[in-house]
C-alpha cells in the first residue's frame, strides 16, 4: 500500500477479531481502486482523504463495522438507517458489496471529486422522542433532588442511554446496582458515558 498512516495500523489491531478483516479488506481495496489515497485518523476514526477531500471513513465498534462514503450517491440506495454509512451493520466481509463493486464505488467518488463535486449529506432521521424512564428510575430520581435536576436538563440521547442501560439489565441485583450508581453519577451531573467524553 502506499500512503498508510500508522495510526490505522493500530486502530485495526486494537478491533475486535471480527472488525480485522472487514478492515483491512476495505483498506486493501481502497488503495487499489485509488493509488493516490492518503490515510488519516478524524473523529478518532480511519478517513480516505483524496486531492485534500475526504473519501471515505470506516469504524469499527463492538458488534459490527462501518463505511460511508462522503459522496454518499456512490452507493445505490443511499443510507441505511441501521448504522452509521451506507452499508448498514457490517459483520462480516460477506455483508459488504464484492471487491469489484466497491472499487468501482472508490472510483467513482474520486471522479466526484476531480469534478469539484461536494458531498451531499444525506438528511438525518426524526429524532427520536424523549424515552420513558422506569418506575424504579423515576423513584429513585424522586429521593434524590440533584439527580432529578441532572436528569431532567439532559437531552432525549442521555436520557436514553441512563434507560437502555438500566433496563437492559438482565438480573434484578444488576439493575440495582445500576439504578445506584446512575443516581450518584447523576449527582455529580455526570452524562452515562462520562468516562469517554474528552477521548
Sequence with gaps: MASTDPRIDAYIA????FARPILTHVRDIVHKACPEVEETIKWGMPHFMYGGRNLAHL??????CALGFWHGEVVEGGANASAMGQFGRIEAIKDLPSKAELAKMVRKSVALIDAGEPAKRVPKAAPKPPPEAPVDL???LERSP???KTYEAFSPTNQREYVEWITEAKRPETRGKRLLQAVAWMEEG???HWKYQNC
Design 146 to 148: 440533584t439527580a432529578r
Design 190 to 192: 455526570k452524562a452515562r
Design 14 to 17: 486494537k478491533s475486535a477479531d
Design 59 to 64: 469504524a469499527a465498534f463492538k458488534a459490527h
Design 138 to 140: 423515576l423513584a429513585a
